[in-house]
């Protein structure tokens, strides 16, 4: 008795000792940095701000849970407040901020996660305990996730999960753009986890059987992943890339590049810059992000490709004239939300504005990089059309003699849908419909092809 009662005060002084609490904390930890100082979850699991909370020191399959509860926080953070809300009568203290994270994450756990309800509710409540400011709300964490236990099944039942996990200010904007119905099939390609899309080297339909994963129309090989990704066939020996199959597609939009001078403007994580090497095309990749550059550096070493790279403020950057510039400019990436769960939660309606500015002095910039006659292709993945054919039109009212050069659906693997009014390419997170919903969709993604003078 004596040595049980000992163990139960060490793990109250050091509750990581607790089976499942220090994943439940890192969790909590990034859930935190998203909501509360809006940091990328990207960099939250794998950037700079991974290492204090600790990610780094867990085991593989911890990492896994980890990633886990903090993508379904945010996937479906709109139908967890709201369950939530229903058993709060006085709401989330706002003194205590902790509380609502441990809630958060216990109800994550009961509702969507093949976790038992006990210890989720059990870990939720130590999550509080170990917080100073919510340590005095540790019942009500408790009372709530219970009664959530008894009830969040039958509550959840006839929810529109589209409607209440997309901020409102997004929604109507989709609508206004695409119309209400792709408004919501978009909102319900984004609840749901994409798969892991690869652009191969060469053979797509040989790696996807070594994958074991299948080759989709857009060209990639498509799965659904399980465990870590240098684990996969053909990662070492450099065959392949991650890469949404959207975002595969703007490289091709310049035809035969083979012995041509292609900038890749704002180029990290390079999966173009990949793919135009790959094409014969001699690259200078540009990134004002030395990190961001050093990965690409590592990514083109173990694909055994090659390109110059370059740490500058594109806005800023001069350089002889190239054949073609691929500009992937900044954005808000709201055609990424199904990657980026976080995206809808960090943005704002302002923040696309500022993005869009930042835009028009890269384009501008973009252009006078090429040779008369050069190719432009300027691509973001954005839903918002002020970061998309809106800054295209601009600089085609301003600049005398650019044209469009209009895409074909033969250009883009036959995909009429993709295929805009205007000519331009715009892929919808609800493209590629599958029976089975973990291998349906793409990333929203917009390109346009512009030739100078």
């Not at 939250?44 to 926080?73: I, N, Q």
């Not at 809300?85 to 994450?105: D, M, Q, S």
């Not at 170990?130 to 009372?143: E, F, I, K, Q, T």
């Not at 869009?356 to 910039?365: F, T």
Request: proline share 6%; hydrophobic share 45%; with cysteine.
């Amino acid at each position: 008795m004596k040595a049980a009662r000992k163990q139960t005060a060490r793990r109250e002084r050091n509750p990581d000792g607790v089976p499942g609490f220090a994943v439940r904390r890192i969790a909590a930890d990034i859930v935190d940095g998203v909501l509360r100082r809006r940091r990328a979850l990207d960099e939250e699991l794998d950037g700079a701000a991974a290492r204090p909370v600790g990610l780094a020191g867990l085991t593989e399959r911890d990492r896994a849970l980890t990633r886990a509860l903090a993508t379904t926080v945010l996937r479906r953070l709109g139908t967890l407040r709201h369950l939530l809300g229903l058993f709060l009568n006085r709401g989330v203290p706002k003194e205590a901020p902790r509380v609502e994270t441990a809630l958060l994450i216990g109800a994550a756990q009961i509702l969507f996660l093949d976790v038992p309800d006990h210890a989720a509710v059990d870990l939720a409540v130590r999550l509080a305990q170990a917080d100073r400011h919510a340590m005095p709300y540790s019942g009500l964490v408790n009372a709530v996730l219970r009664r959530l236990a008894r009830e969040g099944a039958e509550r959840l039942q006839g929810l529109d999960p589209a409607v209440f996990d997309t901020p409102e200010w997004l929604m109507a904007r989709w609508a206004k753009t695409y119309g209400s119905d792709t408004a919501h099939a978009i909102a319900v390609a984004n609840g749901h986890e994409p798969p892991l899309d690869l652009t191969v080297k060469s053979d797509p339909q040989g790696w996807a059987a070594r994958v074991q994963g299948r080759a989709i129309p857009t060209g990639s090989v498509r799965l659904i992943a399980h465990g870590a990704v240098t684990a996969l066939p053909g990662f070492a020996e450099g065959a392949w890339w991650v890469q949404d199959a959207a975002a595969a597609l703007p490289a091709h939009l310049f035809g035969d590049v083979s012995g041509r001078r292609v900038a890749d403007l704002c180029a990290a994580p390079g999966g173009k810059t990949a793919q135009l090497s790959a094409a014969g095309a001699r690259v200078t990749a540009v990134d004002r992000a030395p990190a961001r550059l050093e990965r690409l550096r590592l990514n083109l070493a173990r694909l055994s490709l090659q390109a110059e790279l370059v740490c500058a403020d594109v806005a800023e950057w001069t350089a002889a004239p190239f054949d073609a510039v691929l500009l992937d400019a900044p954005c808000s990436a709201t055609g990424t939300i199904r990657r980026h769960p976080d995206v809808p939660w960090r943005k704002r309606a302002s923040d696309i504005a500022a993005l869009a500015s930042l835009q028009r002095r890269l384009i501008e910039r973009a252009i006078t990089l090429l040779r008369p006659g050069g190719i432009l292709v300027f691509c973001s993945c954005s839903l918002e059309p002020e970061e998309a054919q809106d800054i295209v039109a601009d600089l085609l009212a301003r600049e005398a003699g650019v044209r469009r050069v209009p895409i074909a659906p033969s250009e883009v693997f036959g995909r009429d849908e993709f295929i805009s009014k205007d000519g331009d390419l715009r892929t919808l997170p609800c493209h590629l419909p599958d029976p089975d919903w973990r291998l349906a969709g793409l990333d929203g993604f917009y390109a346009a092809r512009l030739q100078k003078p």
